[in-house]
């Protein structure tokens, strides 16, 4: 292992470094702050929860261990859909591997030191957010100190089966795919993670819990929460082991660590054994040519941004050319419409009929709750393609600095490009689940015009702090929103999102349950109604005009 510990020492010292650059300590204080408050609150929520189950007689534990269940299986789908895309980039796309390959190391020691690389960066996350669940869990069931050591021998493996798995599907696409189709290989693997989503989810079923009156009987209905799952998912293996660790048995809780470990050991070894036969020809076509699968038609483009002058034009059509030779990006347009595709559909299986809460009552509250949560999965897509925007100009940045275009109008340019696709996205969202949540008129119309709203802060954001905080040196600049910018952008979105929501909340509650009573607003009532509503007018301008000043000002500072 001396080659391969030789390959990670400069992964190692870089990490050391970090906290001797500048301001490099304020920030990790602001990031261990603001990730340990997300901790808190993660823990706090499991805890509540699991209280509340142990109060429930007879079907608490059931309930508990399903919850279990289905966090274990979404933390391993999580981890595919992480390694997936690691994999792919540090495999294939480093732009250390010219050099790592010229060195005189066997391949399958270059392919281990990136897998181990690459499963670290796709599990820490996933591990950290995870344990506040399990810790609640042996507060709760006043577990021994086995259970915690015991959350180690059932996450570690996970972690390394769904990075072993990962890698064996880029293997066989680099390989299987010729050198000139290698884009598909993001198109592939798109379509891949959404298929792994679909099941997760379907595995995870989450309306029989809120639908018992799908089943015949309450004993059908108890049997179907405590039904185990398959048993060739290593998710399983996971919750077999602390399961019975909560129960106090040592010696079933092994047992089954022991066949998490010996798949994680078995599909490691075949990772190598097949990175031995085929990684370096997969790496020798990802360096040939590669076609383009889609042609941009300047001619078109051009018609399109008539209405802008010759210099803005041309950055405009740069822009959008730009986008669609960038390989990176299929795979994330198909995780968006995975997600979107799942997000519609758990709509559309909710058994509203069957809640003790007023019908209509409570699908107008799912919709106004519903126009946070879009805005939300809004933030994540802009934060994933909006956001580095400005850093994807890259070494290349000299050229637009240069050019006969103001840093002004080269942002708001790139604001225009994103905001048209974003805002037809956002209002299929909240239209599409309206629709299936039958909602009055009143919330149809209230959802889309806030959405309307909501879209251009966010994006606005998202442009106006990815210039504030580029990043042109990144090897994958999409990596710049797990940056301090990134996060600001994160957590700015989050408040502004949550600001308007509070803002309408009150006046939307107070003229629909007028509706429902046939009363009428007072003057005092109408008042209230018109000042949350220019309130939150207000804020969604300043939320697209600040950012973007702060954005101009401090990318022109950095450029001095």
Known sequence: MRQVVSLLRPRLWSFKNRGHAKKGGIRFFVFGGIGLFFWTGIFAVSYRVLVYFQRVEDIGDILAYKLLSMVLLTFFSLLIFSSILTALSKLYLSRDLSLVHSLPVPREKIF?????????DSSWM????????????????????????????????????????????????????????????????????????????????????VNPEACSSVLVYLRSLSAPASPLLPSTWAFDSLKAALSGDVRNSLFHAALSWSGAVFLAFVAVWAAKAVYFRGFSKTQAALARPFQTQSKGLNIFFSFLPGPARAVAIKEIKTFWRDQTQWSQIFLVGALIVIYIYNFSVLPLEKSPIQTAYLQNLLSFLNMALAAFVLTAVTARFAFPAVSIEGNSFWIVRSGPISIRAFLWIKLFIYLVPLLILSEILIVATNLLLHVTPLMMYLSVITVFLLTPGVVAMGIGLGAAYPDFTSENPAQSVTS??????????????????????????????????????????????????????????????????FGRKRLLVSLI
């Open 112 to 120: 281990l030191a990136k897998w181990i690389e690459s499963t670290l």
């Open 126 to 209: 996933v591990i950290v957010y995870t344990i506040p669940v399990f810790i609640s869990y042996a507060i709760v069931y006043e577990s021994g100190l086995f259970f915690y050591a015991n959350i180690a021998l059932a996450l570690f493996p996970l972690c390394i089966i769904a990075s072993a798995l990962s890698a064996l599907v880029v293997l066989a696409a680099v390989v299987i795919l010729p050198a000139s189709r290698i884009r598909s290989i993001f198109v592939f693997l798109g379509f891949a993670v959404f298929i792994i989503l679909y099941v997760a989810f379907r595995l995870l079923r989450p309306e029989r819990l």
């Open 484 to 549: 301090f910018g990134g996060l600001m952008f994160m957590i700015l979105s989050a408040t502004y999102i949550g600001t308007v929501t509070i803002l309408e909340a009150g006046p939307v509650y107070t003229v629909f349950m007028a509706g429902i009573r046939g009363h009428g607003l007072s003057y005092l009532q109408w008042a209230w109604v018109v000042g949350s509503f220019s309130v939150a007018f207000l804020l969604s301008i300043l939320a697209i005009v600040l950012p973007m000043r």
